[in-house]
């Protein structure tokens, strides 16, 4: 359902897409069901001429059990929806995979800084890479994130790869992600911070291989990068614009 209005491109997005689903049928169910009996009743029990009302104290047995019964399945789909957040849960936030590489997020008022590990595959090494508001990944590679702030709270977002998490200035928050469709896709701040943040945004670009990563960490090390999040940006400007310069212009020359 989620799928139709935003790809999912990381391997736990199709879980999380699971969990929505599930909550939005259950809740769905019992929010239809509520308003058609109400509906029912009150078609059912209106007032009529010459007929008084009853007075229903809902003592006894016979009356309780509809306010019970509910009650009861209510809690067991509760339990369920728990079973399966938990579970997710474990696999998404609390297991971390073996690295197959590694990558730096700085969030910072209001731009998120990125160091790529290089190819030696570690971080803080000569070989390290960074650049701003430009993230590169590549499919089917397991990457552990360190997660920073220089100033106050932000929260890492990448809605694509169904992943979400605050940054804490202070503190390196790690967790992982692998990528399993190509494309480019958004990176957002999801957590008040000034404002600027409605326009903390980045890209991550997830390549089909080592070389055409290879290509764009190269253009990159050599000044010859076209930034993705800028090409992003101003086709977002072109086709939002209604004149030369649209409202995300004046935002950004505003700073
Ligand atoms: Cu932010």
């Known amino acids: 359902m989620i799928e139709y209005f935003v790809p999912g491109a990381s391997t736990y997005a199709g879980d999380i897409d699971f969990l ?13 069901m509520v308003l058609a009996v109400m509906t029912y009743f009150m078609v059912r029990f209106r007032r009529k001429e010459g007929v008084r009302a009853a007075y229903i104290s809902g003592d006894p047995h016979s009356q309780k059990k509809w306010t019970h019964y509910p009650h009861y399945s209510v809690i067991a789909l509760d339990v369920v929806i728990i079973v399966f957040t938990v579970m997710v849960w474990v696999d998404v936030k609390q297991t971390l995979p073996q690295a197959e590489d590694k990558i730096r997020v700085v969030g910072q008022q209001w731009s998120w800084f990125f160091i790529h590990s290089g190819p030696d595959g570690k971080l803080d090494t000569e070989d390290d890479i960074s650049t701003v508001n430009d993230l590169h990944v590549k499919k089917d590679t397991v990457y552990h994130f360190e997660l920073e702030s ?12 169904r ?6 200035p202070g503190r390196t928050i790690t967790g992982w992600f692998e990528p399993n469709k190509t494309g480019i896709y958004d990176i957002q701040c999801a957590e008040i911070c000034g404002y600027g ?5 980045a890209t991550i670009v997830v390549h089909e291989d080592q070389q055409s990563y290879d290509a764009a960490m190269e253009s990159i090390r050599n000044r010859t990068y076209e930034s993705d999040y ?19 212009d004046k935002l950004l020359s505003s700073f």
């Open 20 to 32: 929505f689903d599930m909550i939005t049928v259950i809740v769905g169910f019992w929010f239809v």
């Open 150 to 161: 220089r100033d106050v709270l932000h929260n890492f977002s990448v809605p694509a790869f």
């Open 163 to 168: 992943l979400r998490q605050d940054t804490i």
């Open 197 to 201: 943040h409605g326009i903390m945004g």
């Open 230 to 248: 800028q090409k992003r940006l101003q086709k977002m400007t072109v086709s939002t614009a209604s004149n030369s310069e649209s409202f995300t």
